[in-house]
């Protein structure tokens, strides 16, 4: 059975940089596509980041476009998401979760389109 498990949160100020990173056991997730999503205290969760299975496509939200990279590494498993200028809006619980095939177009942005969510890291921007 799949499952998922974030790291890489932490506090760091406004304009640092994080690493998230996703990693799988218990099957692979090559063949799936992996999406990146956060929630913020009373907000809802909301879409940040998704790549193919692939890895050639990716999509952003457009609030973290040109300051998020979202990229996998299949031989370990792992997808990650590289966080750069980071701002007091990015303060949220990160979660990752694979995608349930298939995916088109807009289809990458719905959560519902993601199952085996998993536990989610804190990410902490002070300003």
């Known amino acids: 059975q799949l499952q998922l498990a974030e790291s890489g949160g932490g506090l760091v100020q406004a304009g640092g940089s994080l690493r998230l990173a996703c990693a799988a056991s218990?099957?692979?997730?090559?063949?799936?596509?992996m999406g990146w999503f956060r929630q913020a205290p009373g907000k809802e969760r909301e879409f940040v980041a998704a790549?193919?299975?692939?890895?050639?496509?990716?999509f952003y939200a457009d609030s973290v476009k040109g300051r998020f990279t979202i990229s996998r590494d299949n031989a370990k498993n792992t997808v990650y998401l590289q966080m750069s200028n980071l701002k007091p809006e990015d303060t949220a619980v990160y979660y990752c979760?694979?995608?349930?095939?298939?995916?088109?177009?807009?289809?990458?942005?719905?959560?519902?389109?993601?199952?085996?969510w998993g536990q989610g890291t804190q990410v902490t921007v002070s300003s």
């Open positions: 979760a694979r995608g349930v095939p298939p995916f088109s177009g807009t289809t990458y942005y719905d959560s519902r389109r993601y199952d085996n």
């Open positions: 218990g099957r692979s997730i090559s063949s799936y596509a």
């Open positions: 790549i193919a299975w692939g890895g050639a496509a990716t």
